[in-house]
């Protein structure tokens, strides 16, 4: 499906397309930890460490970059509080809100899919 480029920076967006910028958004959003950050915000504002503690497998250096990714992207909110330690959450925007529906479908599609998805034997060495 293309549409017109609201920007006028091109005539049209084509996610199929080489130089669409649409290209960097699917990108982020098709990323593992992204998808899963978003899963887990859906529930309301989290700390860094319940986000880390949620994601199991997450470093600390890949949560934080794709954070700050999403926040780029105005897919989440951070939100400073003044206080000692300081306190930070994380919250989805509007936009992210509305990426997470069909974020949701693909998690929930995963989980009820991967008993009939062929997974090859490990090759022996």
């Excluded at 982020?28 to 504002?45: D, F, R, T, Y």
């Excluded at 989290?46 to 954070?67: A, I, W, Y």
Aim: aromatic share 6%; proline share 8%; charged share 20%.
């Amino acid at each position: 499906m293309t549409t017109t480029c609201p920007s006028g920076q091109h005539s049209h967006h084509d996610v199929y397309a080489a130089q669409c910028p649409c290209r960097t958004l699917l990108d982020l959003l098709a990323n593992k930890w992204s998808a899963l950050a978003i899963g887990a915000l859906e529930a309301g504002p989290q700390r860094f460490g319940e986000l880390q503690r949620k994601l199991q497998g997450v470093s600390p250096k890949v949560l934080t970059q794709t954070l700050r990714r999403l926040e780029d992207f105005g897919i989440l909110d951070r939100t400073v509080y003044p206080a000692v330690p300081l306190h930070v959450e994380y919250s989805l925007t509007p936009l992210g809100q509305s990426a997470a529906i069909p974020l949701n479908a693909l998690r929930s599609w995963v989980e009820d899919n991967i008993d009939h998805a062929y997974r090859p034997e490990p090759v022996a060495s």
